[in-house]
């Protein structure tokens, strides 16, 4: 059996949150430039110059794309075939935020107790998805999260004969109620299925796929394209000040559910989608 | 239309924004959010002074990240307004002339900009690298115990921004999404 020492996992996260708060991913970068060619609006296409600007000067001087560098979601796919050693599994996921957030000059945005709201000075805990699959290695995805976008996400439990028109008219509500607050372009992650909290799983993990790349599926793939059209028909635009780009990317995760149900949750994500996934 | 403005504004710095204006801002701005808000909210319910004269002057709706060594301020964009709206109406109401921001506010914030002569601008959303930039000084004047969110006085130049709501009450998002919404 394979081992692997956690301070492997607590060094590789505390490389990834800065790298993820300074460097967007390549698919990102992509995504906005094609929204600047197809862009109409005047003001929208100098908000989204302002926006690739800015991610010049995030590399260039190691300042925070947005100073709102998250809460740090992290998925961990751990083989059962790897034996961890040195340490608890998740105070290592933590250790590594906690030293990336401090270290990297990160904002620490994270409060202990919801309701007494005290910081609790760095960025600690980690929202940490942990799932078991066959091999011997350690797949890592760090998604820091801001919560412009995050507070305008929402799950809807709609009834199997809502079908997917049904769907179609969940996801564009939260995208117009979202409007200017989620800082448009969006990316718009969708969780189809499961339970109530399994598609909101889904929806997060759907935002870490890269934007461009598409559901294996036929039909969701289709629901995508069509999606990110109509979304983009609302007019919201880069920004929230009108325009035609209003989402980059609309990517679906769907899984078996109950005859009963149809859960659907939309998580929607800024222009600065981060994710980072590292193997180890 | 660009327009170069110094701060605080005059009266007739005001009654000439209109909603969709791009503004460069020069002066000095307070940053204040969520738990700064709360903070002055509860000063004003016992009577005490605000952390600065509230007269004329100019919140950012902000919270930075750290400095790295040798810098003004890290990364500085606009945070979601809508969560100070239960706030502002009473802030307006003492004086405060410009707020900040980015996203919608509720109709109490719109009808109290109209009665006190205000304006509402939004900075880029996501863009708080490039909004540094036109940050020239910080110092924590009050909450330090708050860490991002004290409330900072931040000396600014050609800061940018762009009129959402002006002083009659006009909402640019409201207006641009009438353009170009093609449902
Ligand atoms: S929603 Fe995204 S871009 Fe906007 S402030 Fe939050 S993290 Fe930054």
């Known amino acids: 059996m394979r081992e692997l020492d956690v301070v492997e996992i607590t060094k590789a996260v505390k490389e990834m949150c800065i790298e993820a708060n300074h460097f967007l991913s390549p698919d990102m970068k992509t995504a906005l430039n094609k929204a600047e060619e197809r862009e109409e609006s005047p003001v929208g296409r100098k908000v989204l110059s302002q926006l690739k600007e800015n991610l010049r000067i995030a590399e260039e001087e190691m300042i925070p794309i947005c100073q709102d560098t998250g809460m740090a979601v992290v998925f961990l796919s751990v083989g059962q075939e790897v034996h961890l050693v040195g340490g608890n599994l998740t105070e290592a996921v933590n250790e590594g935020v906690r030293l990336g957030y401090t270290e990297g000059y990160l904002r620490k945005s994270v409060v202990r107790d919801p309701l007494i709201r005290e910081n609790t000075g760095d960025n600690t805990p980690a929202v940490v998805h942990t799932e078991i699959v066959p091999g011997d290695r350690v797949d890592i995805t760090l998604a820091p999260k801001g919560f412009g976008s995050e507070n305008m996400s929402r799950v809807f439990m709609l009834k199997p004969a809502e079908g997917i028109e049904g769907v179609k008219a969940a996801v564009l509500t939260a995208v117009k109620d979202a409007g200017p607050n989620a800082c448009p372009p969006m990316v718009v992650g969708v969780g189809i299925g499961g339970t109530f909290e399994k598609c909101a799983i889904l929806a997060k993990k759907a935002l870490t796929r890269p934007a461009g790349e598409h559901s294996d599926i036929p039909y969701v793939k289709e629901l995508e394209e069509e999606l990110l059209e109509r979304i983009n028909k609302t007019g919201i635009g880069p920004g929230g000040l009108g325009g035609r780009v209003t989402a980059m990317a609309v990517n679906i995760l769907t899984f078996p559910t109950h005859i009963a149900g149809l859960p659907v949750a939309v998580n929607i994500c800024c222009h600065v989608n981060r994710h980072v996934t590292r193997t180890l | ?183």
């Not at chain 2, 239309?1 to 701060?7: A, E, G, I, S, W």
Request: charged share 25%; aromatic share 6%.
């Open chain 2, 1 to 183: 239309m660009d327009k170069y403005l110094k701060l605080p504004l005059t009266s007739e710095d005001i009654a000439s924004l209109h909603a969709g204006d791009s503004v460069y801002l020069t002066g000095v701005i307070y940053t204040a959010r969520d738990a700064a808000h709360k903070r002055m909210s509860e000063a004003l319910s016992r009577g005490e002074a605000l952390p600065m004269d509230i007269k004329g002057a100019a919140i950012y709706y902000m919270g930075p990240s750290p400095a790295r060594p040798g810098r003004v301020i890290g990364s500085a964009g606009p945070t979601t307004a809508s969560r100070m709206d239960k706030y502002a109406p009473a802030l307006l109401d003492l004086g405060l002339q410009c707020m900040i921001g980015k996203g919608k506010r509720s109709d109490e914030v719109r009808e109290a900009i109209v009665r006190n002569g205000a304006v509402y601008f939004a900075a880029i959303g996501g863009a708080g690298a490039l909004l540094s930039k036109a940050i020239d000084a910080s110092e924590v004047i009050a909450y330090d115990d708050l860490g991002t969110e004290a409330i900072r006085k931040l000396t600014v130049k050609d800061f940018p921004a762009i009129v959402v709501i002006d002083s009659t009450g006009r909402d640019l998002y409201k207006e641009s999404l009438k353009e170009y919404c093609v449902e």
